[in-house]
């Protein structure tokens, strides 16, 4: 039964490919207005859990509640319709667009032709590399820049919950530190985020709720700082695994206060 309060939450969700499975029994609420940041080893489950939210990937059990409307079983259009982007690992932009054409395509869904400039005049407020590079072909830019004009055009849709993975992939420090500022300017003017980030402790840092997946489960889950200050992170990226939750049988630890 969903919660109509809860922003969005994964309940029970087992989901793979191929008929294994990838997430086995995936659990926990991601807060409206905030940034939660999954993090984990590879093969754990993070991006096979952001395809899941975009409908990429249908769960074989369980539920996902968008402000108490169910996914699974939706497709992607009808997902990005109630107000969920993803923008994806790998660069999607049209090379030999321009950037001015590419950030329009993200309004393929929306008929009004003055709403549709009401949020270009929006997405030009929030990333001047669109004004300034308008006319010059995506190809041009370097991958910070495209990441960035990937992040307007998924504004086009004027979406509730951005979902991004891993954003900072093959970015150098200084572009990654641009990338992870406008995340939080997206965040600032209204967009609920979800990521998966390679870069843990900088995503972490940023972030108002972190959770850890291993093995395809839920271990823990937090603040960003508590996720982020607790020791058994450092024991996951070394390789080990996590000790067994202080809670018993009875669900994966919660740091802090409920």
Avoid at 34 to 40: L, P, Q, R, S, Y
Avoid at 121 to 127: G, S
Avoid at 182 to 205: D, F, P, S, Y
Avoid at 219 to 236: D, F, H, K, W, Y
Wanted: with cysteine; charged share 25%.
């Amino acid at each position: 039964m969903s919660d109509t309060d809860v922003f969005l939450r994964f309940e029970g969700v087992v989901a793979g490919y191929g008929g294994g499975d990838v997430l086995k029994g995936v659990d926990f609420d991601v807060s409206q207005g905030g940034v939660t940041c999954i993090v984990g080893p590879n093969g754990s489950g993070k991006s096979t859990l952001l395809k899941a939210v975009s409908g990429l990937v249908k769960p074989r059990l369980g539920q996902i509640w968008f402000k108490g409307r169910g996914l699974v079983g939706l497709t992607p259009k009808e997902i990005l319709q109630l107000g969920v982007v993803q923008v994806p690992q790998q660069h999607s932009l049209f090379r030999e667009m321009t950037v001015l054409e590419n950030v329009e395509l993200g309004a393929f869904l929306v008929k009004d032709k003055k709403v549709i400039q009401q949020r270009m005049e929006h997405v030009r407020e929030v990333f001047p590399i669109v004004g300034e590079r308008a006319k010059d072909k995506a190809g041009s830019l370097s991958g910070g820049q495209q990441r960035l004009v990937e992040f307007a055009r998924c504004l086009m849709l004027d979406p509730e919950l951005v979902v991004l993975d891993e954003p900072s992939m093959g970015l150098d420090p200084k572009t990654l530190r641009l990338v992870f500022e406008t995340i939080r300017k997206m965040n600032a003017v209204g967009r609920t985020v979800l990521l998966v980030e390679q870069n843990a402790r900088q995503a972490l840092k940023m972030s108002h709720d972190g959770v850890v997946l291993e093995n395809g489960t839920v271990r823990l889950r937090g603040t960003g700082s508590e996720v982020l200050n607790n020791p058994e992170i450092g024991a996951l990226y070394l390789g080990g695994s996590i000790a067994p939750p202080s809670s018993g049988p009875n669900g994966p630890e919660r740091m802090g206060h409920e």
